[in-house]
């Protein structure tokens, strides 16, 4: 079976940095995706991993051990656009299919 | 460059009609799968296509819901008697080919059911 685990919410302050972790267990593994979704819109690509070790993006970094079966997102520098739901997702071996933990709301505060 | 696109972007169906969902993918992309969210969750795997082929249905339920993806037009999911248990956000993405490489998923905006 598959099963991603990230937690569901989460405040961070504006200016700050706040990391969000995501674990998993699948039969197969082929990539990890971060994807961003404000409410009401469709999720947009934010990172993807698929050897272990740490990508930079800009203000977005996401960290990725297989062994573990581990990564998180690290979002620094906070804006208020920020404030979103960030899902994780897992590609297996087999195609293309992602298969989505549950999100974690960020709420950026003043 | 047109993104992925999906329509409509709200429906309004009472229980026992039929909805129709169209989503047409971005240019040069010849996969296409359909997610569900419902209110403050995760995207739920429905069923991934290429043209005249299904190739992953796995998380489609068993009865009322099929996808089709012609070698003309767009891909749809249909919903026959719908239930109010059916309304929810349905997100449609596409992506090219298989690569060895990254292929994220491009998603849609989503088409909105509402089952009264």
């Known amino acids: 079976g598959q099963n991603i685990d990230q937690p569901t919410e989460m405040t961070a302050t504006e200016g700050a940095i706040v990391q969000i972790n995501c674990t998993y267990q699948?039969?197969?593994?082929?990539?990890l995706f971060w994807y961003q979704q404000h409410a009401g819109e469709a999720p947009t690509f934010l990172s993807y991993?698929?050897?272990?070790g740490l990508e930079e993006k800009g203000r977005f970094s996401s960290f990725l051990s297989r062994s573990k079966g581990y990564s998180y997102l690290l979002l620094k520098e906070l804006q208020m656009k920020d404030s979103a739901s960030y899902l994780c997702?897992?590609?297996?071996?087999?195609?293309?299919?992602?298969?989505f933990g549950g999100g974690t709301r960020v709420l950026v505060k003043p | 460059n047109a993104g992925v696109m999906q329509n409509p972007r709200h429906l309004v169906r009472r229980r026992g009609q039929e909805a129709r969902l169209r989503c047409s993918p971005m240019?040069?992309?010849?996969?296409v799968y359909w997610y569900r969210q419902l209110p403050e969750e995760g995207l739920k795997f429905m069923v991934y296509?290429?043209?005249?082929?299904?190739?992953?249905e796995s998380g489609m339920p068993k009865e009322r819901f099929s996808a089709e993806f012609p070698k003309e037009g767009p891909s749809i999911l249909r919903i026959q008697q719908v239930v109010r248990g059916d309304s929810a956000a349905y997100f449609c993405?596409?992506?090219?080919?298989?690569?060895?490489?990254?292929?994220?998923?491009?998603f849609g905006e989503g088409s909105r059911l509402t089952v009264l």
């Open positions: 993405a596409s992506s090219p080919p298989v690569s060895g490489v990254g292929g994220e998923l491009f």
């Open positions: 991993n698929v050897l272990d």
């Open positions: 997702a897992v590609r297996e071996a087999a195609g293309n299919k992602l298969t």
């Open positions: 240019k040069g992309h010849s996969h």
């Open positions: 296509l290429q043209k005249e082929n299904i190739i992953d």
């Open positions: 699948t039969s197969g593994f082929n990539g």
